[in-house]
């Protein structure tokens, strides 16, 4: 392991007498961050000797990311990469990220996304309007005997469709 990964663990170390044995004893002190459960220094210190193993890795993963874009990790990779690209653009627009980002979780990973990483522009274009859960959508139409009528639909009662109940004949029976 390299200096600058075991730092922060030794930097962890808050008493005086830690650090006393750790210069008269350094393999107990190496043996301690590599063992200890409820040491916090050790946790930071394991997490630092992952890095080598986990960096063999990475270049796979990000080639499967990119691979499978419609997968949930896939939509996250695609999402990061486009945000560092039309973050500033939207802020200029003065549609703020969390906006944004709740209509690129409803946009095709494939064909939304992953172009946008080519043409940010197109995709500031497009999140200009804003959030579509914003925009107007025309509410069920009620009735002065609680119904409620969907458009094309048959009358409910409330909220039953099934069965008959709600209507007719079978409703009253089913009230009583």
Do not use: C
């Not at 350094?26 to 193993?53: E, H, M, N, T, V």
């Amino acid at each position: 392991m390299e200096w600058q990964d075991v730092l922060p663990a030794l930097l962890q170390i808050d008493s005086v007498k830690e650090l006393q044995n750790a210069r008269e004893a350094p393999d107990l002190l190496l043996w301690k961050l590599a063992k200890a459960q409820d040491w916090p220094p050790s946790g930071i210190y394991r997490f630092a000797a992952l890095r080598p193993k986990l960096a063999l890795s990475v270049p796979r993963f990000v080639q499967l990311l990119e691979i499978y874009p419609m997968d949930p990790p896939g939509r996250w990779w695609f999402i990061a990469r486009v945000r560092r690209l039309i973050e500033q653009a939207l802020d200029d627009q003065g549609n703020p990220w969390d906006e944004a980002l709740e209509s690129m979780k409803e946009m095709d990973p494939a064909f939304d996304l992953q172009p946008a990483i080519h043409h940010p522009e197109k995709m500031v274009e497009r999140l200009a309007p804003g959030p579509k859960h914003l925009e107007f959508q025309p509410l069920e139409e009620e009735t002065a005997d609680d119904e409620k009528v969907v458009k094309g639909g048959k009358p409910l009662m409330f909220g039953f469709r099934e069965r008959g109940l709600g209507e007719g004949p079978e409703a009253t029976d089913a009230e009583a």
